[in-house]
Each structure stands twice: as structure tokens, then as C-alpha cells.
């Protein structure tokens, strides 16, 4: 990968440089501040580096807000961001995954450390890629042609990246934020989760840009109904959006699923060929995260997941029983 690492101090790109000579296959670019790192990708050739590593505590610029002008570039707004920082105050932690960093490494840093963590961005790379092509290969064929082109089939239950929707990061970001929330006082944190009903026949009907969208529609519509609130949200796939909510507070998730749909029942969405959607939610519990391990805070957040995804089902179950019994009627 070639990467770009920004860092005021030259001892720490000195020592990027060693490890990143020792990991082997990486090109390393570095520059010593904010608008220094800015000038140089404006100089630079389109997609000239896949990853970034940016320290967070600079004069001039910090890390959160490069990193925010990275991410308001169409050039750089799913490349990988890695926060190198001896800041570890959940202030930070937060601030640097709002403004879109994939991952937050703790100086001081060891080598089996950062080749583990770019290893798991050059698998996110590549799979971005992958999948990017599929979304935007097939925007222009309509939904009825989708089956006969498997090629281009987005999967279901594939996390998608979704952009300009304020508070929505990827779901490797996300699980990487939770980690960093069990290694200090979780203080407030809730997490709980929204499906898309029917999202299974919306898959199977659409074709990938069509889908990408719905996906990205329904994403702003939830983070329009939670504005006001401290929180971070993921597509995690399957036509689920996971949440992290702060500040103590624990929603009531059945009048928060009725504020969504309330809102979908109120913006038109339509397919390609201009049929109106229909969509809607099921929201699974709210579940505190307190004093948990990182594999306890994994499983509540897993179990909010699952919690969403079995209230969407449990909702088609009782609209079939109900259609079962006026028909026996």
C-alpha cells in the first residue's frame, strides 16, 4: 500500500519509516503538519495513497480536523485513516471516529501492532474496491435485469460505506470504536439497532446502485431522527444499522422505531424506474454498556444486532398470521 503518515514530531516518522521498511511491501510518504499533508494530495495524482496515519495532537492543524478534510474530499472519502496518538481520553477516541477514522492506534507503537492493523486495512481496501465496482458498474441497468448478472451481486449481508450522512461510519470503524470504549470507563454508552423490513425482497428486486441507496436513504433518516443526541451509527449489512449512543441516555426504542418510520412514511423513495418505495423498520432492544469487557461489549453489541434483525421478522410473522386468520374468516 502507499501510505501517507503525518506527524510534527520527525523522530515518530523516523520510526514509521523503520517499521514500515521492516512490515516490507508499503511505500511510505510523510509530511510534519496538517497543511502541509493537504498541499501535498492536492499535488498529487488522483488516489496516489491507501492509507493514512495521522497524529492527532498537531500545531496548526490536528489529526481530527486533517481528517475531516480528508474525508470532504470524493478522492479520499473511504480511505482508511489510522490515528497514532498517546491520547487515549475517550474525548479524543470519540472526536476521532466522528470525523471518520477507521482506527486509533496508542503511542507508543511496536511492530507486530502496526503490521497487524495494516494488514486488516489492506483487506478493507481491497474489499472496498471490490465492492465499490459492483455498486457503481450497474446504476444504470434496471431492477428486472439484476438476477441475470450475478457478477455484479452486492451481497446481503455485506457492510456498505455510507458518505455525507452526519455521524455514519464504516462498520470496521465501528467494531474499532467499540474496542477502544471497553479499554476505559464506558461511562453511558447504549447501543441498539435498526432492520429494514422485507429487506430480502428490496435486495432481490433492486439492483446494486438502487440498493446502495435505499440503504444510504434509510441512513439519513435515522441520523435525522437521533440528531440532538450524542451517538455513532454503522450499516452493518443485512439491512441493519447499528448504534452507539453517549450521555447516559437510553432510548425508548419503540417510539424512537415509530419517529423513524414516521419520517420514511414522509420522504419519497423510488427505484429506478420510478416506482414508489415503501420502507420501514423494526428496532431491536437498547443495551447498556457498563463496566464490560471488550468481548462482553462485542456480544451486547452483537445482541443488539440480533435483537433488530428478529423484531423485523417477528413483524412479517404477525403481518402473515393476521392475513392467515382474515382469509380462515
Known amino acids: ?44 495524482k488522483p488516489d496516489a495513497f491507501d492509507c493514512f496515519l495521522f497524529d492527532i495532537q498537531m500545531p496548526q492543524m490536528d489529526g481530527i480536523t486533517l ?38 492506534v496508542t503511542k507508543p507503537f511496536e511492530v507486530p501492532e502496526l503490521r497487524a492493523r495494516l494488514g486488516l486495512v489492506e483487506g478493507l481496501v481491497q474489499a472496498r474496491q471490490s465492492r465499490t465496482r459492483k455498486i457503481f458498474a ?27 450522512v452526519d455521524n455514519v461510519i464504516e462498520y470496521m470503524a465501528m467494531q474499532n470504536y467499540v474496542a477502544q470504549l471497553s479499554r476505559g470507563a464506558l461511562f453511558g454508552s447504549t447501543t441498539f439497532a435498526f432492520t429494514i423490513r422485507k429487506i430480502e425482497e428490496h435486495h432481490q428486486a433492486m439492483s446494486p446502485f438502487e440498493f446502495y441507496s435505499l440503504v444510504s436513504d434509510v441512513a439519513e433518516v435515522i441520523s435525522d431522527t437521533l440528531a440532538g443526541h450524542q451517538f455513532l451509527m454503522s450499516y452493518a449489512g443485512s439491512g441493519t444499522f447499528v448504534c452507539v449512543t453517549e450521555s447516559g441516555w437510553r432510548p425508548n426504542m419503540t417510539a424512537l422505531m415509530d419517529a423513524v418510520n414516521l419520517s420514511l412514511s414522509r420522504t419519497e423513495l423510488y427505484d429506478n424506474s420510478a416506482q414508489r418505495l415503501y420502507v420501514r423498520v423494526s428496532a431491536g432492544e437498547a443495551i447498556r454498556l457498563i463496566w464490560k469487557s471488550e468481548n462482553s461489549v462485542m456480544e451486547a453489541v452483537a445482541a443488539a444486532h440480533t435483537s433488530a434483525e428478529a423484531a423485523s421478522e417477528a413483524h412479517e410473522r404477525s403481518l402473515t398470521d393476521f392475513w392467515i386468520a382474515e382469509q380462515r374468516a
Open 1 to 44: 500500500m502507499k501510505i501517507l503518515a503525518v506527524d510534527d514530531d520527525p523522530i515518530i516518522l523516523e520510526l514509521l519509516d523503520q517499521f514500515v521498511t521492516a512490515i516490507g511491501e508499503h511505500e511510505l510518504t510523510t509530511a510534519m503538519s496538517g497543511p502541509e499533508a493537504l498541499e501535498l494530495l492536492a499535488s498529487s
Open 138 to 164: 450497474t446504476q444504470n441497468i434496471s431492477a428486472p435485469t439484476q438476477p441475470d448478472a450475478p457478477e455484479n451481486a452486492l451481497e446481503l449481508h455485506e457492510p456498505i460505506s455510507i458518505y455525507d
Open 67 to 104: 481528517t475531516k478534510h480528508v474525508r470532504a474530499s470524493t478522492r479520499y472519502a473511504d480511505t482508511p485513516i489510522l490515528m497514532l496518538t498517546a491520547m487515549s481520553d475517550k474525548r479524543y477516541v470519540d472526536a476521532a471516529f466522528s470525523a471518520g477514522a477507521t482506527d486509533y
